[in-house]
């Protein structure tokens, strides 16, 4: 209810209003309408009675209002006997509509809508996207599990079929670079986006096929499509997977920055070494994102003089810093000045809070120490790169765990008994399936087209390798540009990377995004451009409320947040917890209503 002031003929008058809405008989859809329910009198008049009269009679109506919700019901009519059609479905989720808030925030509609504009298609590029996007978040599956489930949703996406989702994929792919960075401009309006410290990792996804594909190749030996033009290599290639499955893998490069929400990705393929693909993203993040001073933070396959040179050098012939790094180091990857250092003792032990209190203890050095970088220098007007050597200062720190050395130790146990197996049966395994194990083994070899274990060689376990590696259990080191920052600031910023990792098993687990069922280069970025925006909104929906739930448990709640018709237009929702309740809060929405007509239900997810 609400007051309103109508003037007629010089006179005003107060009267109170209410609104309805109601089916438009032209269109089919809900409109507003409103209607008088009490004529309150002149408004000269009721100034004599009010000091204001507007004020007095609005303090009315919110007081109507408040009562007419607590003593609404209605009575319904149960017919026992009723039953039901196959395949009837009254189960609908609205937990899916807290996502459409933000990618309402994000404007991704206005995204697909500028894309496509102009293309000769009849369905929505926006539709599907969304149908792809909140199915990869709440009911993860393939993209017919995604078109054939598609009505477990309040609102209907309708208005395509399933050839059209595949043809759409070729859309997406084509804009998935231009998506990243719109997302990210327009998702500083919902959170924070802290460049100041930005974590690089590499992780890789199976498909379920039984060979990689091959690619076709002219005569310099480059990567050419059915006519012949020069082509992108296609992904789907036999690598080191992380759980040593034997299957054709994707590389994924990742950038996140300092509050944990995704910056940008590029896909390789699974037979590329990562350490060369940090640099085309961190390119364009620089180029097209923010070029802000930033920290790149990695893990220790990362950790190359190259990398190190290309970060915190201009890569031109001068060593002139500018971005920072701090990176994992191999301890026993590294030279032998460093590995002495490194077991020589002098060693602390420090003790510091973690983020819920609990007391971290932990044993440490560190130095300030030249390092020389033998780096490849391209220099202006030449095409080829040239070697060159840089000496330059770099902050070292090594940690001793106890509980790290139990790891390595039985990490190796295995791969030792693993090596011991392949020795004596050398055709059970090959590049893929040896991997880990193989370098414990003396004089084994691996055929370059096939990968298989080359015959006639005596295989031997490598005694003196397992020795010199047990020297180094336990230990584990970081390095850094950063000379100015503590020990301690250093090794928070790179505990971080732990947040890339949580992502990558929120991508894998939570949304199920391996294995991968395309098969195309082009429906491959599709697929991986869905999922990183579910991994976009779910991140921002989890900053929204405050980091105070995991992952999971936010999904769990949107999974559970239904409806079901209980008459005509009339609902009952079946869940509601905390999460749902933090929610409703910060988008300012009540949604612990039990009953809701099907009007009320699409107010609220409507934009």
């Given amino acids: 209810m609400h007051v309103k002031t109508i003037t007629a003929k010089g006179v005003s008058r107060l009267y109170i209003?209410?609104?309805?809405?109601?089916?438009?008989?032209?269109?089919?859809?809900?409109?507003?309408?409103?209607?008088?329910?009490?004529?309150?009198?002149?408004?000269?008049?009721?100034?004599?009675?009010?000091?204001?009269p507007v004020a007095h009679f609005k303090a009315v109506c919110e007081q109507r209002t408040l009562e007419k919700k607590k003593n609404r019901s209605i009575s319904l009519t149960i017919d026992l006997d009723a039953l039901m059609e196959v395949r009837e479905d009254n189960l609908k989720n609205v937990g899916y509509g807290i996502l459409k808030e933000l990618y309402k925030e994000l404007e991704l509609d206005k995204f697909w809508n500028w894309k496509t504009r102009g293309l000769s298609v009849k369905y929505s590029?926006?539709?599907?996207?969304?149908l792809l996007v909140f199915s990869r978040i709440l009911y993860p599956g393939s993209k017919k599990k995604a078109f054939d489930n598609r009505s477990i949703f309040f609102e209907d996406f309708k208005g395509f079929s399933l050839d059209d989702i595949y043809y759409s994929l070729d859309i997406i792919a084509r804009n998935q670079s231009a998506l990243q960075k719109w997302i990210f401009d327009h998702s500083e309006i919902v959170c924070e986006r802290d460049l100041s410290v930005s974590y690089f990792d590499c992780t890789n996804y199976y498909f379920d096929i039984g060979r990689p594909d091959v690619d076709t190749l002219d005569e310099d030996g480059n990567p050419v499509d059915k006519e012949g033009n020069k082509a992108e290599p296609k992904y789907r290639k036999r690598g080191p997977e992380k759980n040593h499955r034997p299957d054709p893998i994707v590389e994924m490069g990742l950038l996140m920055d300092?509050?944990?929400?995704?910056?940008?990705?590029?896909?390789?393929?699974?037979?590329?070494?990562?350490?060369?693909?940090?640099?085309?993203?961190?390119?364009?993040?620089?180029?097209?994102?923010s070029d802000s001073r930033t920290i790149f933070v990695a893990d220790r396959g990362l950790n190359t003089s190259d990398n190190i040179y290309w970060i915190n050098g201009d890569n031109k012939g001068d060593y002139n810093p500018r971005d920072?790094?701090?990176?994992?180091?191999?301890?026993?990857?590294?030279?032998?000045?460093?590995?002495?250092?490194?077991?020589?003792?002098?060693?602390?032990?420090?003790?510091?809070?973690d983020e819920e209190g609990n007391k971290i203890s932990f044993i440490h050095k560190s130095r300030i120490h030249p390092k020389e970088l033998h780096v490849n220098v391209t220099k202006p007007g030449s095409k080829k790169p040239s070697k060159k050597t840089v000496r330059v200062d770099q902050k070292q720190m090594a940690y001793y765990s106890e509980k790290y050395a139990k790891k390595q130790k039985a990490d190796r146990d295995a791969m030792i008994a693993r090596a011991k197996d392949?020795?004596?049966?050398?055709?059970?395994?090959?590049?893929?399936?040896?991997?880990?194990?193989?370098?414990?083994?003396?004089?084994?070899?691996?055929?370059?087209?096939?990968?298989?274990?080359?015959?006639?060689?005596?295989?031997?376990?490598?005694?003196?390798?397992i020795?010199?590696?047990?020297?180094?259990?336990?230990?584990?080191?970081?390095?850094?540009?950063?000379?100015?920052?503590?020990?301690?600031?250093?090794?928070?910023?790179?505990?971080?990377?732990?947040?890339?990792?949580?992502?990558?098993?929120?991508?894998?687990?939570?949304?199920?995004?391996?294995?991968?069922?395309?098969?195309?280069?082009?429906?491959?970025d599709a697929h991986f451009s869905t999922c990183f925006t579910a991994l976009v909104l779910i991140r921002l929906l989890q900053a929204k409320l405050g980091h105070k739930y995991p992952v999971g448990r936010i999904l769990d709640s949107l999974r559970k947040y239904n409806c079901t018709k209980i008459d005509t237009g009339l609902y009952q929702f079946l869940y509601f917890d905390e999460v749902i309740k933090s929610c409703g809060e910060v988008f300012h929405k009540d949604l612990n209503n039990k009953y809701r007509t099907q009007v009320q239900i699409r107010r609220i997810l409507r934009y």
């Fill in 17 to 52: 209003y209410e609104t309805y809405y109601d089916k438009d008989p032209a269109t089919g859809k809900p409109r507003v309408r409103s209607k008088m329910i009490e004529s309150l009198g002149r408004l000269d008049n009721l100034k004599k009675i009010y000091d204001d």
């Fill in 125 to 130: 590029i926006d539709q599907i996207f969304r």
């Fill in 258 to 289: 300092r509050n944990g929400i995704p910056l940008a990705y590029d896909l390789f393929p699974g037979n590329e070494s990562e350490k060369v693909h940090m640099r085309p993203i961190i390119n364009r993040v620089k180029n097209e994102f």
């Fill in 324 to 353: 920072g790094y701090v990176y994992g180091q191999s301890v026993r990857g590294a030279d032998a000045e460093f590995k002495a250092w490194v077991i020589s003792g002098g060693y602390q032990k420090q003790e510091l809070l």
């Fill in 422 to 465: 392949l020795i004596k049966h050398p055709k059970k395994y090959d590049k893929v399936t040896s991997a880990g194990s193989a370098a414990y083994v003396k004089n084994i070899a691996f055929d370059k087209t096939t990968g298989e274990i080359v015959e006639g060689q005596i295989l031997e376990l490598d005694e003196e390798k």
């Fill in 467 to 524: 020795r010199e590696q047990e020297l180094y259990d336990g230990y584990y080191s970081i390095v850094t540009s950063e000379l100015e920052l503590t020990d301690l600031e250093i090794r928070e910023i790179y505990r971080g990377l732990a947040k890339i990792e949580e992502t990558f098993k929120i991508s894998k687990s939570d949304f199920r995004s391996r294995p991968v069922y395309v098969s195309t280069n082009e429906h491959i």
